[in-house]
């Protein structure tokens, strides 16, 4: 009988001990995922990533730095004419001294994304190119390189919709 009452007594202090129904990481998603973005640029690989990517840029070796973008990798705010690449884009547009001045900044976090330049982080009415480079799979991957977004849609997201 004493063991019965001993054990019960275990099980119940035990149970109580647990915190059932509550996580901590609850307080932050009932927040909006508000949670700033970790600063990556002293890591190593996103070193390397940017390094490799600036290297590729100045010489324009469009295979490495195709191999480095994202799958939807974002380059012009309004969906491409049907059978333009990226390159093509740029070439057009005269764009490669902009990349290639614009990956030498300083990198920051800001809304999920590594950004160039810092201003972006700092100013929401930044109006110049942007570059962002994010994580995808446990590999960095450029994202995006883009203009000052259209004025009809200033206030969206610093990056451009998935193309």
Known sequence: MKFRAISALLAVTLLAACPFGYNPS???????????????????????????LRLSVESRDMAAIASM??????????????????????????????LTALLRAKWVPYDGYMVVPPE?????????YRAGVKMVNG?????????????????????????
């Open 26 to 52: 609850d307080k932050k998603k009932a927040k909006g995922n508000t949670l700033p973005t970790k600063d990556e640029s002293g890591d190593v690989a996103f070193q390397a990533f940017v390094g490799r």
């Open 69 to 98: 973008m994202a799958p939807d990798f974002g380059y012009r705010w309004d969906k491409p004419p049907a059978g333009e690449n990226v390159f093509a884009f740029w070439d057009q547009n005269n764009v490669w001294p902009k």
């Open 120 to 128: 972006l982080a700092e100013n929401p009415n930044y109006d110049g």
């Open 139 to 163: 590999s960095w991957r450029f994202s995006y390189f883009v203009p000052a977004p259209p004025p009809e849609s200033a206030a969206e997201s610093p990056a451009p919709a998935s193309l």
